[in-house]
């Protein structure tokens, strides 16, 4: 069954960096569109970062263009997300998320809060 589990959150200050790691099974990663989506506390969930299968298409939420970077490594299955320069408005799970067989699956999420 699809799998994807998130790794690489925490607290983190104004200014900082971190990197997430979701690590995909269950379905042809390198064929596979792969996202990076947010919740914040009161908010709806909303699109961070996109990224196609094979070298394709990469987009980003206007709100972190500039500051994230979206990549993947289809030897290991794995989607990354590269946060620099992080706001407390930043502060959110984030989760790992795939669209097969006209089903969206997701992970289990991973809080980055951005506080001094």
């Known amino acids: 069954q699809v799998q994807l589990v998130e790794s690489g959150g925490g607290l983190v200050q104004p200014g900082g960096s971190l990197s997430l790691s979701c690590a995909a099974s269950?379905?042809?990663?390198?064929?596979?569109?792969m996202n990076w989506y947010r919740q914040a506390p009161g908010k709806e969930r909303e699109l961070v970062a996109a990224i196609a299968s094979a070298g394709g298409s990469i987009n980003y939420a206007m709100s972190v263009k500039g500051r994230f970077a979206i990549s993947r490594d289809d030897a290991k299955n794995i989607v990354y997300l590269q946060m620099n320069s992080l706001k407390p408005e930043d502060t959110a799970v984030y989760y790992c998320n795939t669209v097969k067989w006209g089903r969206a699956y997701w992970g289990q999420g991973t809080q980055v809060t951005v506080s001094s």
């Open positions: 269950g379905f042809t990663f390198s064929s596979s569109a």
